[in-house]
């Protein structure tokens, strides 16, 4: 019989993660969410949907669905997307874009602020 020289490994937990996943639904469609907020910020960053979509690791359908689905939503759009060509055309924020990702964040922060006590009491309660 063979044995380990070596320890047994005991499992390493990372501290404990808080978000917020606040969803607007307009019917079955969930017309602004945590995704779609990511979403518009990669836009911002990368001032295309393609680039967006590639930084978080989605398809350009799906990105471009959803960017979609959230300018139907809105009374003015968050996006404004040109045509390909010679600059290959791109996507950049409207106002509206800006103020949701602000809004939006912002409501994360207020609500994170908000529960902090029974936050922490409740990743007290985590192994470490």
């Excluded at 469609?29 to 836009?43: I, R």
């Excluded at 990368?46 to 959803?66: C, E, F, P, V």
């Amino acid at each position: 019989m063979v044995r380990s020289s070596t320890p047994p490994v005991q499992p390493v937990f990372d501290e404990p993660q808080v978000s917020f996943r606040m969803r607007i639904r307009r019917g079955e469609t969930v017309a602004l969410g945590p995704g779609k907020v990511s979403l518009l910020e990669a836009v911002r960053e990368h001032g295309s949907i393609s680039a967006a979509a590639r930084s978080l690791g989605m398809s350009y359908r799906r990105a471009w669905m959803l960017i979609d689905e959230l300018n139907r939503s809105l009374k003015s759009p968050a996006t404004v997307s040109e045509q390909g060509g010679v600059s290959g055309g791109g996507c950049t924020l409207t106002p509206v874009g800006d103020d949701i990702i602000r809004l939006y964040r912002a409501i994360e922060d207020r609500a994170a602020a908000a529960c902090a006590d029974q936050i922490t009491a409740l990743t007290d309660l985590m192994q470490r």
